[in-house]
């Protein structure tokens, strides 16, 4: 993940607020197994967003990284948040802040898990304040090379079997003078490395069964993390009945008709042109 920092050094503690407020309540309602499965897979990512580094870190870095480890299990929601922003507003980019510590206190938290340092539901709540906090900062990040203005990689849902409507809407795009990358066949890990080292402006994913909604949680979590400015839309049509649990994924737009993705995308552009 290579991305040039914006000059302004902010985490919006409002949107992370909210977004926190969302992770928590989705935690409280999975089953175990699904919340461990979630939690495990933004750890990982965090992880590996660092591991370049974990030899380079300063015993007073370590000592920060610590303490924003207890900051990440603490009963107050926003003393991590707190922190981080201390952090942006110091000389560090914001490149720094995510490998330096956010990726750090993964690492540490996920050793404290391991070893019993740390009940399941403290490094859930750590986990959910690490992806808000990421989320609340992805305006700082941008491209250092943007590709086409209107470039977007499409993919379906890792397991999903139903690619025709998804080459429908590749050919559709590029008739409208998108540029579009389709990925199709690749499981999670594949797909998220080749999303994660593309420059498209804009992710679309295509999801086609309700079957499917766990698939399509974990790989949102890992594209927040490695592609955090990029907006990320969702068509299928089945998305209408899933709107509850699709509310805490943070999505750019969902759509469950192809005209409409279109016009949402292309809106996004519009919006975000220089």
């Known amino acids: 993940m290579v991305y040039a920092s914006d000059p302004t050094r902010q985490l919006d503690f409002g949107d992370y607020k909210q977004k926190h407020s969302r992770l928590v309540r989705l935690a409280r309602?999975?089953?175990?197994?699904?919340?461990e499965s979630l939690a495990r897979e933004a750890i990982r990512r965090l992880i590996e967003l660092g591991s370049d580094n974990v030899d380079k870190t300063t015993w007073e870095t370590r000592k920060t990284v610590e303490r924003l480890c207890a900051a990440l299990v603490d009963d107050d929601e926003q003393a991590a948040a707190r922190m981080v922003v201390g952090l942006n507003q110091s000389d560090l980019s914001p490149e720094a802040v995510y490998i330096d510590y956010l990726a750090a206190a993964?690492?540490?938290?996920?050793?404290?898990?391991?070893?019993?340092?740390?009940?399941?539901?403290?490094?859930?709540?750590?986990?959910?304040?690490?992806?808000?906090i990421m989320r609340s900062m992805s305006h700082l990040f941008e491209p250092d090379v943007i590709c086409d203005e209107k470039s977007a990689i499409f993919a379906g849902v890792p397991g999903e079997q139903h690619t025709v409507g998804l080459r429908m809407a590749t050919d559709i795009f590029r008739k409208d003078g998108w540029h579009v990358v389709l990925l199709v066949g690749l499981q999670h890990d594949d797909l998220v490395d080749r999303i994660g080292n593309t420059s498209a402006r804009v992710i679309g994913l295509s999801i086609s069964s309700h079957q499917s909604i766990e698939a399509l949680s974990k790989l949102i979590v890992s594209l927040h993390i490695c592609r955090p400015n990029a907006p990320i839309f969702l068509n299928g049509n089945c998305v209408k009945s899933m709107q509850p649990k699709l509310a805490w994924m943070d999505l750019a737009g969902v759509s469950d008709d192809l005209m409409d993705a279109k016009a949402k995308m292309n809106g996004w552009i519009a919006s975000h042109e220089a």
């Open 29 to 35: 309602k999975l089953p175990s197994d699904k919340v």
């Open 106 to 132: 993964a690492r540490r938290l996920n050793e404290w898990w391991e070893h019993d340092k740390a009940s399941f539901w403290q490094i859930t709540v750590a986990g959910c304040r690490l992806l808000a």
